[in-house]
């Protein structure tokens, strides 16, 4: 489904910005800098279960399990082996700086653990997770996805109260269950679709927009009370008193009051109550937004929604490569230091060119290799003795006719 494909190359979009760390820049007013009460790193991981429910349980009761699991565990051992690669390369500029660097640090790094003063990478906990989702397939093709929903909720409510856990393994508790459920929607997500069908139009479109506009509502106001309320008053520090001003104030130490006993239940890494219930209603209105403008929106990008969104996972690993080995031992500080909106909302355009120009690059590149095996691939059937089939050289060689299409981050 296109929606699918265009809400996860949106969700992988502002992960670029956030992980740029250039502020202030005119994107933060859709990104939040990754502080709102929900971000789009979660949406990601929703989104990516969902994918991966969907496209992968028609082919475990077309192909069985063991094909299926044996894409995924592949994917996953790929995953494993960015998030140790970006944590490697982090590691040599800590060596660079001074840090000591040894043996231990890497069998660190290998184990997915904080390695140093360097912390695992996103890609380490989605590693994990892409490793157990065959698991979960097998559970939902006899309809009994209730268990690993069941079991991950439990790590999710054990997170809660395990506040002395580093953030890494925080999240591979709390986030787990948010994959999990992803995947449960997918692989029912024609059952759901019908049962949504079955309500009444115009009370579909009521709830839409309801959901629409708490989305934007709540998003723009996260927004105002955590940063923009700040800056202008920052701003205004030696401008007269004035009503507004004074409003202002009062507004932000109105909010600072609430955060105290806020704060703690939305939580990121052990995805708080209050995160997990918010990060559902934006999650919904962002999929009722872009299954109406995501085709038109990625036209008008470039198609840079469409790419990332279908190779999530070259694209993450490119645009860490980018900031890592570019930007942040060039320009970065000379950027930074200028503290300039527009400077930096045009670097952060840029960084996103370049990102989509190489994960397009990366395609072509992969596509001609594809290709070119093919083509060997028909040589090797035209020379083969007369009673050899396609069938018999795939069984016998190879798998591409069970390979399914690589969808998973």
Sequence with gaps: MPAFDHLRGYFLALIVVTHLYLMPNLVEVVTGRGALPASAAEGFCAISGIITGYVFLPRVHRMGVRPVAVKLLRRAGLVYLGAVALVLIRLMFAARNGEPVGIGTFVDALLLCQAGSVAPDFLAMYAVLVFLSPLVLWAARYRREWIPITITAGTWIAAQFLPELDDAWLMRLSWSFVFVVGIAIGCRWPELSALTHRVPRRTRRVVGIALVVVFLVTALAAEFLI??????????????????????????????????????????????????????????????????????????????????????????????????????????VWIAQRDNLLLSTAAVVATEVVVLVCVRAWIAVRGAVRRRRASTGRESISTASPGTTATDTTAAGGDEELRPTPVVA
């Excluded at 052990?270 to 403008?293: C, M």
């Design 227 to 332: 940063f923009w309320n700040h800056h202008l008053l920052v701003a205004a520090t030696d401008a007269p008193p004035s009503a507004v001003i004074e409003a202002l104030r009062t507004i932000e130490g109105r909010f600072l009051a609430e955060w105290a006993w806020f704060g703690p239940l939305q939580e990121k890494a052990s995805l708080g109550p209050a995160r997990l219930v918010i990060g559902t209603l934006w999650f919904a209105a962002l999929f009722l937004i872009f299954r109406a403008v995501g085709p038109t929106l990625d036209r008008a990008l470039g198609g840079l929604l469409s790419t990332f969104g279908r190779n999530s996972l070259a694209t993450y690993v490119t645009h860490r490569l980018v900031i890592e080995l570019v930007i942040a031992p060039t320009v970065w």
